[in-house]
């Protein structure tokens, strides 16, 4: 399920078997499970397999029962009729960032091409990074051993030692920047949402990179920041 969530477009069975590392009779087995509750959908004329019905209904009622959405939806729609840009509230998901929701620009003519449910490596994304900058050194330490630093664009940080002198600086102003490190022309500013030892998600705001200044960087750290203190505070009350 996490090779055909990964995938673009369907998938042949030879393919599912030979990147999950399986005999083609296994993974046909597991499929057949699959396909009869609904997880995967399979194409009677292609004989290609892509994710199921299912798998929405049970996302679309973790996300509405999330404490972190419920929390933070009130603040980041309130920040969204700030700044009116692209906004999005994502969780701590294995080595990655997952977006939960995503709120569009009302009145810009230029959208983001993120989806929900699809994630960010921690490394090049400012959500990501945000994470990264709170988590106790040796897991990142560990993060780093395990994750190839592979380059989505020019400005990705590929080296570990750059990368971990980044996150210092990020800890430091409390948001990390994504400056077309993910995608040419986009600049994102986001931070972490976390209360003690409990890492809970992040939340980022997306804007082309024209638009960028340092009058406009300040300012959005700034209602960022505060967008942050309002959204914990919300949590620690319950």
């Not at 940080?157 to 995608?183: C, H, Q, Y």
Request: glycine residues 4%.
């Amino acid at each position: 399920m996490d090779y055909l969530s990964n995938s673009s477009e369907s998938k042949c069975l030879k393919d599912i078997a030979e990147q999950t590392d399986m005999t083609t009779s296994t993974t046909l087995k597991i499929l057949d499970t699959l396909v009869l509750i609904g997880y995967v959908t399979r194409d009677n004329t292609t004989k290609e397999y892509t994710l199921g019905p299912s798998l929405v209904k049970y996302a679309n009622k973790y996300i509405n029962d999330s404490v972190l959405v419920k929390a933070a939806t009130p603040y980041l729609e309130e920040l969204h009729d700030s700044v009116d840009e692209t906004i999005h509230l994502g969780i701590y998901s294995g080595d990655e960032v997952m977006y939960l929701t995503k709120l569009e620009p009302k009145k810009q003519s230029i959208y983001m091409t993120s989806k929900v449910g699809s994630t960010r490596p921690l490394y090049s994304s400012a959500m990501g990074k945000a994470i990264l900058s709170e988590l106790p050194e040796e897991e990142v330490i560990s993060y780093l051993d395990r994750t190839d630093l592979a380059p989505y664009t020019p400005n990705t940080i590929t080296n570990s030692l750059a990368l971990l002198e980044e996150l210092k600086v990020v800890k430091k102003r409390s948001v990390a920047f994504d400056d077309e490190e993910m995608e040419k022309d986009c600049f994102c500013i986001g931070t972490s949402i976390e209360l003690g030892d409990n890492m809970y998600g992040a939340f980022s705001v997306s804007m082309p990179k024209f638009r960028i200044n340092e009058e406009v960087i300040d300012s959005l750290t700034k209602q960022i920041n505060e967008t942050k203190r309002k959204i914990e505070l919300k949590i620690q009350e319950g």
